[in-house]
């Protein structure tokens, strides 16, 4: 009975006993996600083209220049790095102690369903688009801003040379702000997943020797949890880097360097965003995109710093356990 | 396209099974051969030069320690084993005298079915699950396919539980339940061979004596191969037995010999509860 | 005594953390009471249902914007929804030992570059060549920036879905890609599904890619290889002018674009917690 199967099975080659659906679906998987190599290997070479008659006038002394004079077509970057860099270390040091106070917050003293529950409000933060961030920095932030917070900077602290200067509302301390508040998500978020990452068994050490809960934490579970915590830093550094919207509306736009943070300013992606569609001739796109190279660059080697830490914080907890 | 099955019939339709005859040893006929057969995990050696037949309509044992290499070797039988990586098999594996790596990878599945550890239902209702195998396989029209489905689930014994229940989840049945669903999702495809991974080793007595039960009453219709933990399951379904060890295969014979007159020390110590 | 003052340390510093996130969550609902307050005063119907007028004009709306976004998104799902999905897919099931860690590096890379860089791209491959800005321009620099977050979601999920289930297919005589398409991804879908809507609520609200590819326009979106106005940018250009009544448009339509990205990411997140395909354990 069972051998009358035998003449009808089909003998092939031992290459081909797969089905053909499955190496055809093998390649068309493949092509699919080769289109993301595709498009990023796309990307870095357009940049590289587009800024190509920018690099050949100016070559490195772009990096270092501070001109930028569209029409003498003189192009430097450092305004907009200067901005760049000053709103978003401005933001971090805002958002890191509030962020990681928040996430120790949520890790160690809430309750765990009310920690998930605000932790979702926070993650709903990250949701929010960035053009609605400028849209309430600009009617409500710059106004107070102007009206009461940068004099009051200005009287307190004004022999500080961050702190002189007209108030005008917008520049890179209201920058510097509404950045921060963009990046909490990120420091809570992954700050808390470290936090809660540290074994049981640490924290308890800690307590048996009679530490009290703060002593525990800062002592003992937030060092353990220092490079998850370092990685969300540098992730939400990343992201303050490469923000457009908010940055755009509430800078000031203007490229020069000030010392003072009330002083308005100018960010990479807010001059590329304000001056791309206005940009005529050959050199002055060139000199955005080359602008838009330099911004990449940053934020690569951030989020790789920020990749290798959070990795190294996940393999490390299972390592010790 | 797969063969349909000669089986094949209506469900109330089937004939009681014939008597079996006792055959002579000498017209029993080899299903499944395995031939020197040796397994690699990466450079670990889980199988060592095993080889063995396993007969036509017949329930064929293999016993032994954990990690003696009893489900590895199973495994090979339908070459599910080649989804884990850096695997290597050296040696053949017969089916009817043909070597299954040069037959087409499904239809060879198709024909060798497999029963898990664990139940492994889809997250599916259970006509569903049972129906599964059906249809990937292009086996029946729309219209047999609730004979066929209904069919199974009798084989199974697990019709009469699940009658008026077959469009819910698979996961409302009870660990026993799910079992026996499984094994009638390989049964749907009426598979010449079924093998079985210590089935009941999930499940609580009761349950594994209806499964037992189920798997006597196949025997004539399938060979089976079941792996089992279990000496006294071993002793009272299968026909044959094998006791593997350390990954080789120690000695090979009816089950009534391995457990009243073994020829090796290391199975008389393993049967009277020595070690393992 | 110095038990005190650890006490007190204690206590003082819990608190601040506290504090700390009352701040934080506080700018959530802050942001929203706001737009709720201003949005909902100068929401009107004509705002869903009329074109914009020129400044100083009252009434009009952004049905025009509107339009146009929901156009846009269309597009930039159609195509960069497949593809993620099935990166995804490869990257899951499929995955070489030496191509797959590329995919996924670039997919990483792909996610973390700035939003108005993509633009750049997209205006040097579509907005050059064809001489005139577009929804098309526009629509590819917003699939480029979905398709990493729809490939990310896609594989994290599939790999959930027990090997015990894809054994269970193939030992039934199922080929690979079966198993994967009719058993895997159902039991992986709900996830992946969330992948898709977060996905689409993220680029929802990009502005920064559409000023340089789809730019705007004052009336109905009149093709794809034109240039369309979208709700994102309307906010942006009428929050930075000096018209009142701009202004007011500017908060109606923060509160429409708030109110729909919102909401698909708490439907994402139930559809995410209600169901999951597959019991654990």
């Known amino acids: 009975m069972a051998s009358s199967n035998a003449a009808v099975l089909p003998v092939t080659r031992a290459k081909s006993t797969h089905p053909v659906g499955d190496i055809v679906a093998r390649w068309v998987v493949l092509a699919f996600a080769a289109t993301i190599v595709l498009i990023t290997a796309v990307l870095v070479y357009e940049l590289w083209i587009g800024s190509a008659a920018a690099r050949q006038r100016m070559g490195w002394s772009f990096l270092f220049s501070s001109q930028w004079d569209p029409v003498a077509l003189k192009f430097g970057a450092l305004p907009f790095v200067y901005g760049t860099v000053v709103t978003s270390i401005l933001a971090l040091v805002i958002s890191v102690p509030l962020g990681v106070g928040a996430a120790i917050f949520l890790s160690e003293l809430a309750p765990a369903g009310i920690s998930s529950a605000l932790t979702f409000l926070v993650e709903l933060l990250a949701a929010i688009p960035s053009v609605i961030f400028g849209l309430l920095a600009i009617f409500t932030l710059v106004p107070l801003m102007r009206s009461y917070g940068e004099p009051f900077l200005k009287k307190t602290l004004g022999f500080l040379p961050f702190f002189q200067g007209p108030a005008f509302g917008v520049g890179f301390l209201t920058a510097g702000i509404i950045l921060a508040i963009m990046t909490f998500p990120f420091i809570i978020s992954v700050s808390r997943e470290a936090l809660l990452a540290v074994p049981r068994d640490q924290r308890e050490a800690a307590l048996a020797l009679g530490a009290t809960k703060w002593e525990m934490t800062w002592q003992v579970v937030v060092p353990y949890a220092r490079l998850g915590i370092f990685g969300s830093i540098f992730l939400a550094l990343a992201r303050a880097l490469g923000e457009t919207m908010a940055v755009t509306m509430v800078i000031g736009n203007d490229p020069s360097i000030h010392a003072s943070l009330l002083a308005p300013g100018y960010s990479i992606a807010a001059v590329i965003a304000n001056e791309f569609t206005e940009a005529t001739g050959d050199v002055y796109p060139a000199a955005l995109v080359e602008l838009g190279l330099v911004l990449f660059c940053l934020t690569i080697v951030i989020n790789g710093l920020a990749r290798l830490m959070i990795l190294a914080t996940t393999s490390k907890g299972s390592k010790r356990a | ?276 | 005594m110095r038990l005190h003052w650890r006490r007190t340390v204690n206590y003082v510093m819990l608190g601040l953390t506290a504090v700390c996130t009352a701040v934080t969550i506080s700018t959530l609902f802050v942001i929203l009471g706001y737009l709720l307050y201003f949005g909902g005063k100068s929401l009107d119907w004509s705002f869903f249902t009329k074109l914009p007028l020129p400044p100083g004009e009252a009434g009009g709306g952004m049905a025009n914007a509107i339009a146009g976004s929901l156009e846009i998104l269309a597009i930039a799902g159609l195509i960069g929804i497949p593809i993620g999905f099935l990166a995804g897919v490869y990257l899951s099931e499929f995955e070489d030992k030496s191509f797959a860690p590329v995919v996924r590096y670039t997919a990483d890379l792909l996610n973390g570059v700035p939003s108005i860089i993509v633009g750049i791209l997209a205006w040097t491959l579509v907005v050059v060549p064809m001489r005139r800005f577009s929804a098309l321009a526009g629509a590819i620099a917003l699939s480029v920036m979905l398709i990493p977050i729809v490939s990310r979601q896609t594989e994290q999920f599939l790999r959930e879905v027990p090997m015990a289930l894809r054994e269970a297919a193939l030992a039934l005589g199922a080929s690979k890609w079966k198993t994967v398409a009719t058993v895997v991804v159902p039991a992986g879908s709900k996830g992946v599904l969330t992948g898709m809507i977060l996905g689409m609520a993220r680029i929802a609200g990009e502005t920064a890619p559409l000023l340089f590819t789809a730019l705007s326009n004052q009336f109905w979106p009149s093709g794809v290889t034109q240039p369309t106005a979208t709700l994102p940018y309307m906010i942006f250009t009428h929050a930075v002018s000096p018209f009142d009544d701009w202004h007011r448009q500017a908060w109606a339509a923060g509160l429409v674009l708030i109110a729909a990205v919102l909401t698909a990411n708490i439907l994402a997140r139930l559809v995410l917690a209600r169901g999951i395909s597959v019991p654990r354990g």
């Open chain 2, 1 to 276: 396209m797969a063969p349909k099955s000669v089986r094949s019939q209506p469900a109330l339709d089937r004939e009681p099974p014939a008597p079996l005859v006792p055959e002579p040893v000498s017209t029993v006929k080899t299903k499944l051969k395995a031939s020197h057969l040796n397994f690699y995990y990466g450079s670990f050696q889980a199988l060592h030069d095993i080889s063995l037949e396993m007969h036509t309509n017949h329930i064929t044992a293999l016993i032994g320690p954990s990690g003696c290499g009893k489900s590895t070797f199973l495994r090979t039988l339908n070459r599910i084993n080649e989804t884990i990586r850096h695997s290597r098999v050296e040696g053949t594996v017969l089916l009817d005298d043909v070597d299954v790596r040069t037959v087409d990878i499904t239809n060879l599945r198709r024909r060798v079915g497999m029963v898990f550890q664990r139940p492994n239902p889809f997250p599916k209702s259970i006509s569903e699950n049972v129906a599964y195998g059906l249809k990937i396989n292009g086996l029946v029209s729309r219209g047999e396919l609730r004979d066929r489905v209904e069919q199974s689930l009798r084989r199974a014994a697990l019709w009469d539980e699940v009658k008026d229940k077959l469009n819910e989840s698979a996961y409302a049945l009870s660990g026993g339940q799910q079992q026996r669903l499984c094994i009638a999702r390989a049964l749907a495809v009426d598979p010449e061979v079924l093998l079985l991974d210590e089935p009941c080793s999930a499940l609580d007595p009761i349950a594994t004596a209806k499964i037992e039960e189920l798997l006597f009453g196949l025997k004539d219709q399938c060979t089976m191969v079941i792996v089992t933990h279990n000496m006294q399951q071993a002793a009272r379904v299968a026909d044959y037995t094998g006791f593997f060890l350390m990954g080789k295969l120690i000695e090979f014979d009816n089950t009534d010999t391995i457990f009243k007159n073994p020829s090796k020390k290391e199975t008389e110590d393993y049967i009277t509860g020595r070690f393992g």
